[in-house]
């Protein structure tokens, strides 16, 4: 993926077993959903992961997110356009968005929305408005098979790539938009 990070949804079960450590720190985003709640075990697990290097994204974080908790933990919150007001946004950029933590907006669908969250304070930016995503043929990895990772034996078989979004920075660029790259999710079968 020549530098660029993949966006990878994280259920519950994929977080305390640590199933995402099967995919490479330096090139994996792991996104805690909206629907984990962060309880002690799902905190330990992402500690965890920044531990061993794993960038955590909180995915359609909103005010008031039963999330908050997890703030410290996290690289990147992405924070839904869709599901915000604008008040909203701006105030979680400016209490979230610090020198640690990247605002993503996602959900964004319009110029003009790409206008308002760039104005909120946002550097990174998902949604149609920069690419439809590719629908594209995916299998899961058997589990199985999933062990012959974890203990790094060798087998044969093809390579899946799953593409959602994938955020991009427009910093310097004023108001013109960047398309968004694909997001990938890289598996065995």
Same mark, same amino acid.
């Given at each position: 993926?020549?530098?660029?990070?993949? @966006?990878?949804?994280?259920?519950? &079960?994929?977080?305390?077993? &640590?199933?995402?450590?099967?995919?490479?720190?330096?090139?994996?985003?792991?996104?805690?959903?909206?629907?984990?709640? #962060?309880? &002690?075990? /799902?905190?330990?697990?992402?500690?965890?992961?920044?531990?061993?290097?794993?960038?955590?994204?909180?995915? &359609?974080?909103?005010?008031?997110?039963?999330?908050?908790?997890?703030v410290p933990l996290a690289d990147i919150i992405k924070v839904d356009f869709e599901r915000t007001t604008p008040k909203e946004r701006t105030q979680l950029v400016k209490k979230q968005g610090g020198l640690r933590c990247r605002m993503l907006a996602e959900k964004v669908e319009m110029l003009e929305q790409f206008q308002a969250v760039q104005h909120?304070?946002?550097?990174? @930016?998902?949604?149609? @408005? @920069?690419?439809?995503?590719? /629908?594209?043929?995916? %299998?899961?990895?058997?589990?199985?098979? /999933?062990?012959?990772?974890?203990?790094?034996?060798?087998? %044969?078989? %093809?390579?899946?790539?799953?593409? %959602?979004?994938?955020?991009?920075?427009?910093?310097?660029?004023?108001? /013109? #938009?960047? #398309?968004?790259? #694909?997001?990938?999710?890289?598996?065995?079968?």
């Amino acid at each position: 993926m020549h530098g660029q990070r993949a @966006f990878n949804n994280c259920t519950r &079960d994929l977080l305390l077993k &640590d199933g995402i450590t099967l995919l490479p720190s330096s090139q994996t985003v792991v996104e805690v959903l909206e629907s984990i709640e #962060p309880d &002690d075990l /799902v905190i330990a697990a992402c500690e965890r992961l920044n531990i061993a290097g794993y960038s955590i994204a909180l995915d &359609d974080y909103v005010a008031s997110d039963s999330r908050e908790s997890m703030v410290p933990l996290a690289d990147i919150i992405k924070v839904d356009f869709e599901r915000t007001t604008p008040k909203e946004r701006t105030q979680l950029v400016k209490k979230q968005g610090g020198l640690r933590c990247r605002m993503l907006a996602e959900k964004v669908e319009m110029l003009e929305q790409f206008q308002a969250v760039q104005h909120a304070g946002f550097v990174y @930016f998902q949604g149609y @408005f @920069f690419r439809r995503p590719e /629908v594209m043929k995916t %299998r899961e990895i058997p589990a199985n098979r /999933v062990n012959y990772l974890r203990t790094g034996t060798r087998f %044969r078989g %093809r390579i899946w790539i799953s593409t %959602r979004w994938r955020a991009r920075s427009t910093r310097g660029v004023g108001a /013109v #938009p960047v #398309p968004a790259l #694909p997001e990938l999710a890289v598996g065995c079968v």
